[in-house]
Structures are given as structure tokens and as C-alpha cells.
């Protein structure tokens, strides 16, 4: 079983958008996250939708020790820093767990990169609900081009690749 950290509430905000944040706890993976990332989630709908993963213990909230989250604030409060606390709460986590994270921010996938952490998006999600047969092709294609309008920080034509390798599915 892969293990990975979901950060940054930006994968759950999507998948709950598109309706499969549900399909992610079928695939073969330990799906971790911090309470950190739990507090990023003010939209009531998105947190319930989340949350309740944690109530059925399909997913692991992690919290940290008051010295790591005051590292935490010292190193999202240093001079030019852009990466949030919640941020910086999934990096300390997955490095002490040895974990991967699923990400769509490019400032805290370059900072986990360069800290030797293996990193993976909102397509690496998608391709692996087709594989594991979670998600037929036509639909992966129909939400796919959905992510397409709700989400611009992934780029278009990476997702319009994986369209392209889903109608060959076909």
C-alpha cells in the first residue's frame, strides 16, 4: 500500500468539486493529511465532505508536537517566505513519516522536491483511478475537462494530455 499526505486542501477542494473525493479512498493508498490542512477547509460542505473520511477511520489526521508547530510558524514567518503553515505542517509530516505527497501548489511541491520528498498532483490522482478501474476513461475525460474550468493553476495542456491518453483508452 502507497502512503501519502494529501496537503494543502487544494486535492480535496477538487475532488470534492467533481464529486469523487469519494473514489479516492478506493484506491490502494493510506490517505493522511494534518489538522493543519483540516483548518484550511472553511467551506462547511468541503470539511463535512472530508471530515467524515476521519470519522469512518479511512483517513489519518496527524497532528504535530507544540515544538514542531513552532517551527512551523518560525519558518512560514521568515522574510519572503510564501509557503503557509499548513504547508510547512505536510512537508514536517510526510518527512517524519516518510510519507508522498499529493499537492497542486507549485511553491510547496519545488520545497518538498528540494527536501528530497516524493511529490505527485491532481493528475497522478486521475491517472491512477483509471488504472485501478475506479474511473472509466469517458468519465476521467468528462472531469478532467470539468478541472479544466475549475481549477487554472493546473496546467491545460497537461491536462489535456491525459484526456488525449484516456480516449486512447477508449
Known sequence: ?????????NIFIDLVELGILADLFYLPWQIHTTDFVMDELTDATQ????????????????????????????????????ISPADFSVILYAQKANFNILTGDKRLRNYAEKEGIEVHGILFVFEALVKHRILPPALAI???????????????????????KNEGMM
Do not use: H, W
Request: with cysteine; aromatic share 8%; hydrophobic share 40%.
Open 142 to 164: 468528462e472531469l478532467l475537462q470539468k478541472l479544466k474550468q475549475l481549477n487554472k493553476r493546473t496546467p491545460a495542456e497537461l491536462i489535456d494530455a491525459l484526456i488525449k
Open 1 to 9: 500500500m502507497e502512503r501519502f499526505v494529501v496537503s494543502d486542501t
Open 47 to 82: 470539511f463535512d465532505a472530508v471530515y467524515s473520511y476521519c470519522e469512518r477511520g479511512r483517513m489519518i489526521v496527524g497532528t504535530l508536537t507544540p515544538e514542531e508547530v513552532g517551527n512551523i510558524f518560525q519558518m512560514s514567518s521568515m522574510p519572503g517566505c510564501k
